[in-house]
């Protein structure tokens, strides 16, 4: 079974930086897509980033081009979320979840296995 481990999340004021974490547990993990999704107070969940298996692709959403960055280290079996100049609209609960589809996965109906969440606050 997969088991999907987020942490990191946490207070910060606006401009600040957090990194995410999210440990994966079960079959091998490089052979799995990741993504970050997030869902804010009386929202729906959206999109944020993916890695395909490979390293040599990654999406952003709008929305955090050029503040977040995401990457894996498959020796860890950690996938990490970089965001710098957190905003306060970035303020909602981070998911992170995976797949086992080559292509970069954008949609939440494309992902089988998924955390549990870390709440980040971003503070005006």
């Known amino acids: 079974q997969v088991q999907l481990v987020e942490s990191g999340g946490g207070l910060v004021q606006a401009g600040g930086s957090l990194r995410l974490s999210c440990a994966v547990s079960g079959r091998t993990f490089r052979w799995y897509g990741m993504g970050w999704f997030r869902q804010a107070p009386g929202k729906e969940r959206e999109f944020v980033s993916a890695?395909?298996?490979?390293?040599?692709?990654?999406a952003y959403a709008d929305s955090v081009k050029g503040r977040f960055t995401i990457s894996r280290d498959n020796g860890k079996n950690t996938v990490y979320l970089q965001m710098d100049s957190l905003k306060p609209e970035d303020t909602a609960v981070y998911y992170c979840a995976a797949n086992q589809k080559p292509a970069i996965s954008l949609y939440e109906s494309e992902y089988s296995y998924w955390g549990q969440g870390t709440q980040v606050t971003v503070s005006s």
């Open positions: 890695i395909s298996w490979t390293l040599s692709r990654t």
